[in-house]
């Protein structure tokens, strides 16, 4: 089993160990899909443990001999984004227990982030409130753009939200899915905003705002995004959720 940590994290090396040598049995299971998380608790840290689904043998192949595995990616790509003042659940550790040459599984661990919402949450949100969080995120999604971020899975349940001290925070779950380099596009980065859920004013005032931060043309954005939702609500997708068509 190999494992490396976060230093500020060095302490945890034995018990994140066990954790992942004794998986089905830490802790408390968050979340069953491909993916398993369960919430462990470690000298007072609250901790999600990611173990990553077995893969079709063409990407074994592929992170066996010349692609990064997506607990690496997620550990380096949330300490990248921690970097440049965007927020993730702490990286802590990612681990690879290996079982031969093409198959390994991959463990992510992070802080747990205690935030209320997700932007799932968006269609059920009172109109001032949302216009409030629509208005932040806004800002967020141009900074994270013109930063050279690109979330491949940019959904509504890959982004948490809190209000702290009058301010909204947003912070960015399933961070292997993150390509980063040079500033996106207006339209690439309007195209990304498409995963999203909510009502058709929602979309309308999230073009407008992510428009002025870009200082595009409004009704450009509003249209590329909503082309853009058409488009991924048309495919079978397990995060698609049906709400206000």
Known sequence: MQIVLNPKYHQLHDELLQVARNF?????????????????????????VKRY????????VATRFYKTNKAKRAFVTSLML?????ESPEAVAFLCDRHGVLDATHYYVSIYSDYRH?????????????EEVT??????????????FL?????????LFDRINERFHFSLLDTNALK???????????KNLGRLVGPPEFFESLGRHYADHRQADPQQCINLIKAARDDYRSRPHPHHQPLFD
């Not at 919430?39 to 901790?47: A, F, K, P, T, W």
């Not at 921690?82 to 965007?86: A, D, L, M, T, V």
């Not at 208005?135 to 050279?148: E, T, Y």
């Not at 979330?151 to 982004?159: M, P, V």
């Open 24 to 48: 089905e049995s830490s802790g408390k299971e968050i979340y069953h899909g491909r993916n398993v998380i369960r919430l462990v608790e470690i000298d007072g840290l609250r901790l999600a």
């Open 53 to 60: 689904g077995r893969m079709p043998l063409k990407h074994r």
């Open 82 to 86: 921690k970097e440049r003042s965007f």
């Open 118 to 130: 997700s932007m799932r949450d968006i269609p059920t949100l009172d109109g001032a409130f949302r």
């Open 135 to 148: 208005k932040s995120f806004a800002r967020f999604a141009a900074q994270l753009h013109n930063s050279g």
């Open 151 to 159: 979330h491949k899975d940019f959904s509504a349940g890959n982004i």
């Open 180 to 190: 980063w380099g040079k500033k996106i596009s207006v339209e690439r980065g309007c």
